[in-house]
């Protein structure tokens, strides 16, 4: 997910706080204490179900 050297960087104390999804697969080499995952699985299935009810999708985003 990062590019080396992205968690030296990210890590080195100039950021309070990192923050991403988890839609992409982070490996253990990458995690740092400033890192925090955020999970998409609620909004996805959400996403899923409005569609399959043919539902608006866009009012999840106003």
């Known amino acids: 997910m990062f590019s ?11 950021l309070e706080e990192v923050i ?3 839609t992409i697969p982070l490996s253990g080499d990458q995690a740092f204490p400033q890192l925090t995952m955020l999970t998409v699985a609620n ?6 179900s409005r569609i399959h009810e043919e539902s608006s999708v866009s009012i999840m985003f106003r």
């Open 4 to 14: 080396p050297p992205a968690v030296e960087r990210l890590s080195s104390g100039c």
């Open 43 to 48: 909004l996805l299935g959400e996403t899923i």
């Open 20 to 22: 991403v999804t988890n």
